[in-house]
């Protein structure tokens, strides 16, 4: 099993920053990448990024640009700086892990924190 525990969200005006954490425990040598997904009201979940174990980063088109994933593994967390933020990104953040097994992917998810931006 593993276990995430993500912090950092919180209220900002448009146009601010905010930098998520994600802290990952348990089987974390199983985990083959980490990243953020978000859901904002009346919306389906959605990727924001994923970064793999060997670094390579994954972003959705909303965020391009904005938003930048980063790991230390030496902590086992990955954090999300996200700059120039719009009411649009308002949504709860989820840490996600996935565990590749064969063509099976595995999801862990964290327990979700709010991100709300004003305009």
């Known amino acids: 099993q593993v276990q995430l525990v993500e912090s950092g969200g919180g209220l900002v005006q448009a146009g601010g920053s905010l930098r998520l954490s994600c802290a990952a425990s348990g089987s974390i040598f199983s985990i083959n990448a980490m990243g953020w997904y978000r859901q904002g009201p009346g919306k389906q979940r959605e990727l924001v990024a994923l970064i793999s174990r060997s670094g390579s980063t994954n972003y959705g088109d909303s965020v391009k640009g904005r938003f930048t994933i980063s790991r230390d593994n030496a902590k086992n967390t990955v954090y999300l700086e996200m700059n120039s933020l719009k009411p649009d990104d308002t949504a709860v953040y989820y840490c996600?892990?996935?565990?590749?097994?064969?063509?099976?992917?595995?999801?862990?998810w964290g327990q979700g924190t709010q991100v709300t931006v004003s305009s």
């Open positions: 996600n892990a996935k565990r590749w097994i064969g063509a099976a992917t595995y999801d862990y």
